[in-house]
Antibody, heavy 119, light 112 residues
Framework: DVQLVESGGGLVQPGGSLRLSCAAS????????LHWVRQGPGKGLVWVSR????????GYADSVKGRFTISRDNAKNTLYLQLNSLRADDTAVYYC????????????WGQGTLVTVSS | QSVLTQPPSVSGAPGQRVTISCTGS?????????VHWYRQLPGTAPKLLIY???NRPSGVPDRFSGSKSGTSATLAITGLQAEDEADYYC????????????FGPGTKVTVL
């Protein structure tokens, strides 16, 4: 079965940093684009970042550009998101997702990891 | 403010048909990009419901269908059931600002 399992969330102070991980199983991530999507408390889905299959191309939402960095380790079948200069409005559940291309559907989602930015 | 717009809520009685619209512009749906739909039950991750505008993944009943015309797409649910009560999101690709995935704000479906 395809599985995506996020980890690394938690409580962090404004200005702090976190590194999220997404461990994949049941498939080889090297064949897929991977995305991060977040959902604030009681809010809708917001796309955060994407990375292509070999890690050579990345994209970011304007709201996180320059603060977040997406990366992947295909040998470890794992996706990462480095979150720096965190703000209160970054508080959300962060989901990793799989897609076959930059514009394709997100056919599998992880269960999410909660990031809370608060003093 | 979302690039794609959806009604905040729709409702219907069991067995009825409801539709959810997803309205975009010439830089996303109108540019020919596919629309995908997701269903999110409370406290759970979103799940793919419709991909490529009108295709159902394996396991999704044919009560769910998708279509597109111009700069809008529509998700239709026929034979509404209690378990359909959830939040529904549309997604597409937008060529503004270097190209980004965009989601609609979501629609809450209530089964009366």
């Amino acid at each position: 079965d395809v599985q995506l399992v996020e980890s690394g969330g938690g409580l962090v102070q404004p200005g702090g940093s976190l590194r999220l991980s997404c461990a994949a199983s049941g498939f080889t991530i090297s064949a897929y684009w991977l995305h991060w999507v977040r959902q604030g408390p009681g809010k809708g889905l917001v796309w955060v970042s994407r990375i292509n299959s070999d890690g050579s191309r990345t994209g970011y939402a304007d709201s996180v550009k320059g603060r977040f960095t997406i990366s992947r380790d295909n040998a470890k079948n794992t996706l990462y998101l480095q979150l720096n200069s965190l703000r209160a409005d970054d508080t959300a559940v962060y989901y990793c997702t799989r897609a076959s291309s930059r514009i394709a559907e997100n056919d599998h989602w992880g269960q999410g990891t909660l990031v809370t930015v608060s003093s | 403010q979302s690039v794609l717009t959806q009604p905040p809520s729709v409702s219907g009685a069991p067995g009825q048909r409801v539709t959810i619209s997803c309205t975009g512009s010439s830089s996303n749906i109108g540019a020919g990009y596919d629309v995908h739909w997701y269903r999110q039950l409370p406290g759970t991750a979103p799940k793919l419901l419709i991909y490529g505008t009108s295709n159902r993944p394996s396991g999704v009943p044919d009560r769910f269908s998708g279509s597109k015309s111009g700069t809008s797409a529509t998700l239709a649910i026929t034979g509404l059931q209690a378990e359909d009560e959830a939040d529904y999101y549309c997604q597409s690709y937008d060529t503004s600002f270097g190209g980004t995935t965009v989601f609609g704000p979501g629609t809450k479906v209530t089964v009366l």
